[in-house]
């Protein structure tokens, strides 16, 4: 069976050199159903891909917010495979 990839861009505040991407990636990828993280701290961005049946986007925004980072942004294409829509 497999298993549905989605992705979620997140634009962050409070992310401001590699030791904040590190943390964030370390972090991220010990939760069940996320399967990459990518973080850019020169555009103040992370793009995170999960499995949508395992974990809900408000549960990864969660778990970046309780690091102290703000979400300013977030688009989420789990709803459809062609266009990202805004996470809710």
């Keep these: ?12 505040g409070g992310m ?3 030791s ?4 964030l990636i370390n972090e991220l990828l010990q939760i069940d159903g996320i399967q990459m993280v990518e973080p ?20 990864i925004i969660d778990v970046i917010e309780s690091l102290g980072y703000n979400v300013r942004s977030c688009l989420d294409e ?7 829509t805004h996470c809710s």
Excluded: D, G
Excluded at 20 to 23: A, F, G, I, P, S
């Design 1 to 12: 069976m497999t298993q549905l990839l989605s992705n979620i861009v997140l634009i962050l």
């Design 16 to 18: 401001n050199n590699i």
């Design 20 to 23: 904040c991407e590190n943390q």
């Design 40 to 59: 850019n701290f020169i555009m103040s961005l992370i793009i995170i891909t999960y499995l949508a049946a395992k974990i809900h986007p408000s549960r």
């Design 78 to 84: 789990s709803k459809s495979r062609s266009k990202y």
